[in-house]
């Protein structure tokens, strides 16, 4: 298989699994926000403009794009927030740029993959591109945001049924675990910063990290396991550790070692090169596999969190120069 057929495969995994993670986050974010907003909206005129600031700030931050947003549009409110986020082409990661280079590259791939697959995202991309901010705001974004999720899962249930186990499929599932694990880090990151810049160890992040587990769809597999233990280190504990859970880190990394394993490569020196990756994957899950739940809650700093980001980002700039031509050129 070719280096830029791989990366296309590996960039159509994560884009489509960025795409999923940024519509869960935004739909959490934005209904935080409208909730806030609902409760508190006695008795604060004074201070109406500066609240609306940072409160709809924070969706963008959460998405790490705040200082792209400034430069565009300067100020916050509901409608440019959305826009920027969803349907803006001028913004990167907006869930219509992801959705589009995933059919930019799933297009160079058609003779090669199933077709199936190209008609899901081809349906998905002619949906989405219709959509105007209006729209969004007259059917209800929690609405949108769930046919977001709706069209990622039908993309994942296809290639779950048709694509045969070959290193395709193992390229698209390595991309798609690399950005999960990512994603959710910078979800526990941005809620650790929402919460009054004082980590998770205080009465006001409680809220917060109640979003945490709508934003990966897990508040009811949560309560399977602690029934009505809601606790800041329990949600911290799921989210980052569960090995059972598919949307948390521990379950990411380890299906990312999986795919990574199965990839057949005839070439010596590839071999010897995909190996130094697999033990740079093993030195991430090492770091995993010691930490405690206490741990997290008392890493007011975020030092812990940012430690792991940052080595998910290192593999995947390992992946890159290990597997493709162009290397991060499609990020």
């Known amino acids: ?181 990512e994603n959710t880090l910078r979800i526990i990151k941005a809620v650790g910063n929402a919460a009054s810049g004082e980590g998770f160890n205080n009465a006001n992040a409680y809220s917060y990290l109640q979003a945490v587990l709508r934003s990966v769809s897990g508040y009811q597999a949560f309560r399977r396991y602690y029934a009505d233990g809601i606790s800041v280190e329990s949600i911290i504990e799921f989210v980052v550790l569960n090995d059972a859970f598919p949307r948390s880190l521990h379950f990411a990394l380890h299906s990312l070692d999986d795919h990574m394993r199965d990839i057949e490569l005839q070439d010596k020196q590839l071999r010897t090169a995909h190996e130094r990756v697999l033990r740079q994957v093993g030195k991430v899950k090492a770091d995993l596999a010691c930490l405690e739940r206490e741990d997290m809650v008392i890493d007011r700093s975020g030092t812990i969190v940012a430690h792991l980001l940052d080595a998910c980002q290192q593999l995947g700039m390992a992946f890159a120069k290990t597997f493709f031509r162009m290397g991060e050129a499609s990020a």
């Open 1 to 181: 298989m070719l280096n830029r057929n791989a990366e296309a495969l590996f960039w159509i995994g994560r884009y489509m699994e960025r795409a999923e993670n940024h519509a869960r986050l935004i739909d959490v974010h934005y209904h935080l926000q409208v909730d806030e907003d609902t409760t508190g909206a006695e008795g604060k005129q004074g201070t109406e403009t500066t609240e609306s600031y940072s409160k709809w700030a924070r969706i963008v931050d959460a998405l790490g794009s705040r200082e792209a947003y400034e430069q565009q549009y300067g100020s916050y409110n509901e409608r440019d927030v959305l826009f920027y986020t969803t349907l803006d082409r001028d913004n990167a990661n907006s869930l219509v740029s992801c959705v589009s280079h995933a059919r930019g590259n799933l297009r160079t791939l058609r003779e090669k993959v199933p077709s199936e697959m190209w008609d899901a995202t081809n349906g998905f991309y002619l949906w989405l591109r219709e959509k105007q901010p209006d729209d969004l705001l007259r059917e209800s974004p929690h609405i949108f945001f769930g046919r977001i999720k709706e069209w990622t899962a039908l993309f994942q249930g296809v290639s779950q049924s048709v694509m045969p186990r070959e290193n395709e499929w193992h390229f698209i599932e390595c991309g798609r675990f690399l950005e999960r694990s």
